[in-house]
């Protein structure tokens, strides 16, 4: 699957991820993304001791002790870095979670084309910038390889699979919020009900839509169980709850972090904007 059609079905993989927690995808796009799962759930990348969109900050320097370096690049993203010479370990977080959410790692030099296509196969896509800078994407864009002027390996960034990416992460929370103001609703209108009676009516309730998407015709009692999730959503504002917590926001968090330095100003690297991909932040070398 190449970068610009993983980019394309982004909106469709936020309705399928509502799968994993009962609120379904719909039509053609819920198909098409489904079938993507193996590809975009089962490789989550390890990078010397962290494991991408999992590990925590506090996890890492407790494995690889104190960072050489840390501050915060242009892009809002925290890093601590490990390694004065190449190789040279970058990894980057927002402040909102400190989960460790991609990394960078400049390589020593003399790694080839050859060397890099032995690893991770042939790219999904190459770009040349006006520069004639080089960068190519592996494995749906969670691979991303830079090139120097001679065509070595500058630097290779990795960033976590679908599932586990910031953006992600945020979703679970939001729909967390979404369904414990779904719940009060419902116990609102109905006083004798406790949390998880008023939770288990709501699983019943998405369930009874997922269905109704399924059956054809619908049974009627399907239906009005559907249509009793939309208006309950109607009322609380659903979309306004997911909206206000920044479900699938892949952008980190742009707030100042106390001990946190920011970047000293810096030239653009030439190959930060190269590559196209709408799903990656990018950054400049942390000095």
């Not at 269905?211 to 109607?234: E, F, I, M, N, T």
């Not at 892949?250 to 920011?262: C, I, L, M, N, Y």
Request: with cysteine; proline share 6%.
């Amino acid at each position: 699957m190449g970068a610009e059609n993983v980019r394309g079905l982004k909106g469709c993989m936020a309705r399928v991820t509502h799968l994993v927690t009962g609120w379904p995808a719909a039509g053609l796009c819920g198909a098409a993304a489904l079938s993507l799962l193996p590809s975009l759930v089962g490789g989550q990348n390890q990078v010397q001791g962290a494991t991408l969109g999992v590990t925590t900050l506090t996890e890492l320097r407790s494995t690889r002790g104190e960072p050489a370096d840390t501050g915060k690049n242009v892009d809002g993203w925290l890093y601590v870095t490990f390694g004065q010479v190449p190789p040279q370990y970058t990894y980057y977080f927002s402040p909102e979670d400190s989960i460790i959410e991609w990394a960078r790692v400049f390589v020593i030099d003399g790694y080839s084309a050859k060397r890099v296509h032995e690893a991770f196969g042939r790219p999904d896509t190459t770009v040349f910038g006006v520069d004639l800078s080089k960068n190519e994407s592996f494995k749906s864009g969670k691979i991303i390889v830079s090139y120097k002027p001679n065509g070595d390996v500058d630097y290779i960034e990795y960033h976590p699979d679908t599932f586990h990416s910031i953006g992600v992460r945020r979703a679970r929370i939001a729909w967390a919020k979404r369904d414990s103001v779904l719940a009060e609703a419902i116990m609102q209108e109905h006083p004798a009900l406790m949390e998880d009676q008023a939770l288990d009516s709501l699983r019943d309730y998405r369930d009874a839509r997922s269905k109704v998407r399924a059956q054809k015709p619908p049974s009627p009692r399907l239906q009005a169980r559907a249509a009793r999730l939309d208006s309950l959503c109607a009322k609380v504002d659903c979309d306004r709850i997911l909206t206000a917590s920044r479900a699938f926001d892949t952008k980190p968090q742009f707030r100042e972090q106390s001990g946190w330095p920011a970047c000293k100003a810096r030239a653009p690297r030439r190959s930060a904007s190269a590559h196209p991909s709408a799903w990656h932040a990018r950054a400049r070398r942390p000095r």
